[in-house]
């Protein structure tokens, strides 16, 4: 089952008084892989909790007819919506296998099923190729490279069937091949599912982004494609630090905004 788009509109949360996500507005659709971007604190995570039914929100959120706001977590789970987060939420002591059953609400009862590919259900099984773990199914998860963990995790939306993959920082901590294998991941899943992508890593959403939201103190700052965020001044001025946003090393290294002098670069901060 597929949905075509998720849209967002007017979305505002608050904590306590404090204005988290103010009159935030974007969409995703279907053959894209969207990216939501932004300083530390900016609103990103608090986008992905008030559409998974995390956090109370006002405004709008819909994959195609159905309004998301307001619902219960697991209403909307059923819906077809599935996150990641930002530290990898699986069971350690787990085989892969043994994992993507619970995912997929199966029970494995005898062992030597964890040992052969005989038995796996066939969403497990096209879940185990997707993501490229089919040779680890009797693994651990606990073992598992970081990239084959957060793998793991996207596997385990797919066999719960996700329409919508809502994902948290899936690169960080990844060496520069699982960032581009996992890069090439979402364009596969892209063509099938809504995916929604919040990042800190510059290199990673320049080769992969099809269209980008920039947040900024819980506001839109800017969107569209990456050539048009890169080359929107606002952005500019956040991300050099002149509006002094930008607190991490990766916000800081934007080789190829087009315009800046690298000598004019904010220097990485240790
Ligand atoms: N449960 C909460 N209670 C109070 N304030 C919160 C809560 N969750 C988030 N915030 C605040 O809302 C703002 C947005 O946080 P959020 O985590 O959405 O930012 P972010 O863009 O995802 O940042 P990061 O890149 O650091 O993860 C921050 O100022 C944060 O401290």
Same mark, same amino acid.
């Given at each position: ?14 904590? *306590? ?7 935030? *507005?974007?969409?995703?659709? =279907?053959?894209?892989?969207?990216? =939501? ?6 609103? !990103? ?18 994959? @195609?007819?159905?309004?998301? +706001? @307001?619902?219960?977590?697991? !209403? ?12 990898? #939420?699986?069971? $350690? ?16 009862? /005898?062992? #030597?099923? +964890? ?12 879940? +185990?190729?997707?993501? &490229? ?11 598992? /490279?970081? &990239? ?12 719960? %069937?996700?329409?919508? +993959? ?6 960080? @901590?990844? /060496?520069? $091949? ?22 800190? %890593? ?15 103190? @819980?506001?839109?700052? *800017? ?8 080359? $929107? &001044? !606002? ?27 690298? &000598? ?7």
């Amino acid at each position: 089952m597929t949905a075509a788009s998720l849209v967002v509109k007017d979305l505002h949360v608050e904590f *306590s008084g404090f204005v988290a996500v103010d009159g935030v *507005s974007f969409d995703a659709h =279907l053959g894209e892989v969207r990216f =939501l971007i932004g300083p530390n604190g900016a609103g !990103k995570t608090t986008c992905i909790d008030a559409i998974t039914g995390l956090s109370k929100a006002a405004g709008s959120a819909r994959i @195609g007819e159905q309004e998301l +706001l @307001g619902r219960p977590v697991h !209403k909307i789970v059923r819906l077809g919506v599935g996150r990641t987060f930002q530290t990898a #939420s699986v069971f $350690d002591e787990l085989s892969v296998l043994q994992n993507l059953d619970i995912a997929a609400g199966r029970h494995r009862p /005898s062992v #030597s099923l +964890l040992r052969t590919r005989r038995g796996v259900d066939p969403a497990i099984a096209q879940a +185990l190729e997707e993501t &490229g773990l089919a040779d680890e199914i009797a693994t651990p998860a606990g073992i598992l /490279s970081h &990239g084959q963990k957060q793998w793991l995790e996207i596997a385990m939306l797919l066999v719960q %069937d996700a329409r919508v +993959l809502l994902l948290d920082e899936p690169v960080a @901590g990844m /060496s520069q $091949d699982e960032r581009t294998a996992t890069g090439e991941l979402l364009q596969r899943l892209a063509a099938k599912r809504i995916v929604l992508v919040v990042e800190h %890593d510059m290199d990673f959403m320049r080769r992969f982004a099809t269209r980008v939201t920039v947040l900024h103190q @819980g506001r839109v700052l *800017s969107q569209g494609s990456v050539a048009d965020v890169q080359a $929107d &001044g !606002k952005v500019q001025e956040v991300y050099l630090g002149t509006a002094g946003a930008a607190t991490t090393a990766d916000m800081l290294a934007v080789p190829d905004l087009p315009g800046v002098a690298a &000598g004019t670069q904010k220097q990485e901060v240790d």
